[in-house]
């Protein structure tokens, strides 16, 4: 388990250089910029002896968010994560927050418990033999996370003509987090890691409507490529396999909770992709239904760069079950979706109940994923052998 009783938590609130070309950030966690002005962030860094705790977080983040991230009302926006819940007793080892559109956006970097998995007789890994080659990579992974984020935020939005009625960044956002989550457990009998993930989530709501929806982009990071990158405990130890290989994901957005008292019947009124996409390389247009009864026509729309060649998306929701539900499935062991990183980008809308009663706090949203790895069979005839699940969830409060 996570250590929760810190003598110095603040001694993490620092952020080192992050080297040429990346944005200026200065060891405060308190700089950066963005068409002149200051972005305020801050940042924690831990270490797989000292992980970051969850305490911790919800400490800087609230102080945060009332301090930087407002709703459209003028009240504090406390709309977060809980990684007690995603996380269990997986390690914290990096966190920013910043905000984006009036609303704090969280970034984590974790990995599963070293310590865990070994009395659990599964793996000896690199995070145990060399822990602090893997901090600094973890460490470098999060500066990257917030470099990204610094960055968007000083270049120009160039708007497009869209067959929407409505853009995503016209919605307030109700909260958004990354995560990369690196080297989920490995399959015993190869005693390696399948691979890596990273999670962009984004829900945003309507003021004029009771409408809400949410986005979710996937980066699947397959075990060979990381193994062939020089990093051995994503090897296999068959000489002719160099590691695992993207197969497929299946996402959900479920939208089915307590603080929702819509029936699941008509809960849900819009998914993307409505059918299925194949072969995506470059940007594309997408749309949601909103179903609002003034205007039945009216859509929701946003452009999203993903590439997942040699695969498909398909739309498998049924919609009387209150969430969305989407597979990405990669064609062949050789495609360059499977060998290669695998980005692909699925989205839905639901009716949504503005009051949230008397509680404090309430769920109101539940992102789920499963994946899949699995090694190319050197047989002739069949394609794929072996299979590496792994399974991930975030869930999502407001404060009322």
């Known amino acids: 388990m996570m250590n929760k009783n810190r003598k110095n938590p603040t001694r993490r609130n620092v952020l080192k250089g992050i080297g040429t070309g990346a944005a200026a950030l200065t060891a405060t966690g308190l700089s950066g910029t963005t068409a002149g002005q200051s972005l305020p962030y801050k940042t924690l860094r831990g270490t797989i002896q000292d992980p970051i705790s969850i ?157 809400i929806g949410a986005r979710s982009k996937i980066r699947m ?79 929701l729309g946003y452009s999203s760069s993903v590439s997942f060649p040699a695969a498909v998306l398909i739309d498998k929701t049924t919609k009387k079950t209150g969430r969305s539900k989407h597979k990405f499935q990669v064609n062949s062991p050789t495609s360059y979706s499977s060998k290669n990183n695998a980005v692909f980008e699925v989205g839905s809308a639901a009716k949504y109940q503005t009051n949230c009663g008397d509680f404090y706090k309430q769920q109101y949203f539940e992102f789920t994923a499963d994946f899949m790895w699995s090694l190319k069979n050197v047989a002739p005839l069949i394609d794929w052998v072996n299979e590496e699940k792994q399974s991930k969830s975030f869930s999502y409060y407001t404060y009322c």
């Open 55 to 211: 305490d911790e977080i919800k400490s800087i983040r609230k102080s945060f968010a009332n301090k930087h991230s407002q709703t459209e009302r003028g009240e504090p926006n406390h709309a977060f994560l809980d990684p007690s819940d995603p996380f269990g007793d997986g390690l914290i080892i990096g966190y920013n927050v910043l905000p984006t559109d009036g609303t704090p956006k969280e970034q984590y970097v974790a990995m599963p418990n070293p310590s865990t998995r070994a009395s659990e007789g599964t793996i000896s890994t690199e995070s145990t033999t060399r822990p602090k080659s893997t901090n600094e990579r973890l460490h470098q992974k999060a500066d990257e996370l917030l470099t990204r984020e610094l960055q968007t935020a000083q270049t120009d939005t160039i708007t497009t003509s869209s067959t929407y009625d409505i853009d995503w960044s016209d919605w307030y956002s109700f909260g958004s987090t990354d995560v990369y989550y690196q080297g989920f457990d490995g399959d015993a009998d190869y005693n390696t890691k399948p691979g890596n993930v990273e999670f962009t989530i984004d829900i945003r709501r309507s003021s004029d409507n009771p409408r």
């Open 221 to 299: 990071e397959p075990g060979r490529q990381v193994c062939n990158a020089g990093y051995s405990d994503y090897c296999t130890d068959e000489v002719v396999q160099t590691g695992w290989r993207n197969r497929h994901a299946i996402v959900y957005h479920d939208w089915d909770q307590n603080v929702n008292n819509t029936p699941t019947d008509d809960l849900i009124v819009g998914t993307d992709p409505a059918g299925q996409v194949d072969d995506i390389t470059t940007t594309r247009t997408a749309t949601l239904s909103l179903n609002i009864a003034e205007d039945p026509s009216l859509t």
